[in-house]
């Protein structure tokens, strides 16, 4: 048998979220199948097995945050059953149980202290061989796992196996003492089903079911089908591989579908009766976010610079390159007009593409240009990145763009994707907002928010007469240790400049 530890799919994370497991108990599984997507401090993640064979165990229920180095599935050799859920009573005909008993309880008062973990013979034996997840160095003594009860046949020694369990576990040994088995409030008949209780009961009973099928779809899906009371089971899927597509879902709620039972009535955060506040825990990317946020806005002293610009004529040329053939499978939209102009306005100004190293006392200037587009998500704020987007063409960069939000939208920003940026752009005008005062995000030295485009009364300065034409408000938000206003001041105005006659460009 083969366990299967939480890894960190990330720089620095600890903990992670079991979102959605996509196997149960006696599948049969293959090297790289995915067998449960995790949500992070940063992003969802689908993990791939690095074992194949026979799903034995789900170890940790959905919903569940649990540190890095939990073991989170267990798997047996090609076509090994299930162990059986419940502990089987020994029995005077059958010594071996008495026997294996015994084991265990002489396994549970081994003293830590006399185990050499430096001796590679001392980890036992493990079947399979491991491509991700697997952290050998805090794995610690292993033995191959028996069927049936391994449990102490006292108390006194399962208080031991508790406290062996916790020094070997993630993290080392716990800080807490472990309450004498005589002084403890618990009935020992409690305790002892607490100890003997498979790790299945915590998962749910669908889960437990072998060669059961869960409905395939992305998290997004999955959110919407939450929120209108579809159950996904009920539903046949029109998209690739047979998965369940929004159209599947909300066709179901308006009757297109005869598959679907009577909805539900959503219970997400649901208030009950006379409730007049309701809780929602702060995890994952939300949790991350605010750190990050904290920390930005405590140590970098922000200064905040607007400009008002007429962008009739990036308007303009978004409608003309629409009609080229290079853009033909690519999105054009006024992001892209200003992401190519921020990166031209950057050569001139390239404090705005660095960062303040307050460790090394050091202005740590980058000679390349990941742009950062900040997306809203069902999920939380996420940043991804456009690496190298300076070396990218026009057509490139859209693509790239277009790329970018698609997988955001979908939840499926991986942590890769997020790290090393060097400035960001916060487009709040799909929400029809003018401007705002945005925060840096960590590691870099400023951020532009983008406004909405409005037809506004403009004055034109040529004939001095008021015409309508499309405006939008850019706000620069940067650190003054190392930016100064005049620097802020012309950046933002070189971006507003190429953005209300896109010829400017030639100039850089």
């Not at 108990?25 to 940063?42: H, S």
């Not at 899906?221 to 579809?230: E, H, T």
């Not at 009739?312 to 080229?324: C, E, G």
Request: contains cysteine; proline residues 8%.
């Amino acid at each position: 048998m083969s366990e299967f530890l939480l890894p960190d799919v990330g720089e620095g994370l600890t903990e992670a979220e079991i979102v959605a497991w996509k196997v149960k108990v006696g599948d049969t599984i293959e090297i790289n199948d995915v067998i449960v997507e995790i949500e992070t401090a940063k992003s969802l993640v689908e993990l791939p097995s690095p074992f194949e064979g026979t799903v034995l165990a789900l170890l940790v229920p959905e919903g569940e945050t649990i540190p890095v180095g939990t073991p989170i599935i267990s798997i047996g050799a090609p076509g090994e059953e299930p162990a059986p859920s419940a502990p089987t009573e020994q029995t005077e005909s059958d010594p071996y149980l008495g026997m294996a008993e015994k084991a265990g309880a002489a396994e549970a008062q081994v003293d830590p202290a006399d185990i050499d973990l430096s001796n590679p013979a001392a980890s036992g034996s493990m079947e399979g061989a491991s491509l991700v997840g697997r952290i050998k160095a805090e794995r610690g003594p292993m033995r191959r796992a028996r069927r049936g009860s391994a449990s102490p046949s006292t108390e006194a020694g399962a208080q031991t196996q508790m406290q062996v369990q916790g020094a070997f576990a993630p993290g080392g040994a716990q800080s807490d003492e472990v309450m004498p088995a005589d002084e403890s409030p618990v009935p020992a008949t409690d305790q002892r089903a607490a100890l003997t209780a498979p790790a299945e009961a915590l998962v749910p009973a669908a889960a437990q079911e072998p060669g059961g099928v869960r409905a395939l779809a992305k998290p997004p899906v999955r959110k919407l089908a939450k929120d209108l009371g579809v159950d996904l089971t009920t539903l046949t899927g029109s998209g690739p591989s047979g998965s369940i597509t929004r159209d599947d879902v909300q066709g179901a709620v308006s009757g297109r579908s005869s598959a679907v039972e009577t909805p539900a009535a959503p219970v997400a955060y649901a208030s009950a009766p006379g409730e007049r506040e309701t809780r929602e825990p702060i995890k994952g990317v939300r949790k991350m976010m605010a750190t990050a946020m904290s920390q930005s806005a405590f140590t970098s002293p922000h200064v905040t610079e607007w400009i008002t610009v007429d962008v009739t004529a990036a308007m303009q040329l978004v409608a003309r390159l629409k009609k080229r053939p290079e853009f033909r499978d690519t999105k054009v939209s006024p992001l892209l007009v200003l992401a190519r102009a921020v990166i031209l306005a950057m050569k001139r100004t390239p404090e705005i593409n660095s960062f303040w190293d307050e460790a090394a006392q050091e202005v740590v200037y980058k000679h390349y240009v990941n742009l950062g587009i900040a997306a809203a998500t069902p999920r939380g704020l996420v940043v991804p990145n456009v690496k190298d987007a300076d070396a990218l063409s026009m057509t490139e960069l859209a693509a790239a763009l277009g790329g970018l939000t698609a997988t955001a939208r979908e939840g499926k920003t991986q942590p890769a994707e997020m790290a090393g940026g060097t400035f960001t752009i916060t487009n709040v005008g799909v929400f029809g907002v003018d401007a705002g005062t945005p925060i840096i995000n960590p590691g870099e030295s400023a951020i532009l928010c983008f406004g909405a485009i409005n037809k506004r009364p403009w004055v034109d300065e040529a004939t001095g007469e008021i015409v309508v034409r499309d405006v939008t408000t850019l706000a620069l938000s940067f650190d003054h240790r190392h930016i100064d206003g005049e620097k802020g001041s012309r950046f933002l105005a070189d971006v507003a400049g190429m953005l209300q006659d896109p010829g400017t460009a030639l100039l850089f």
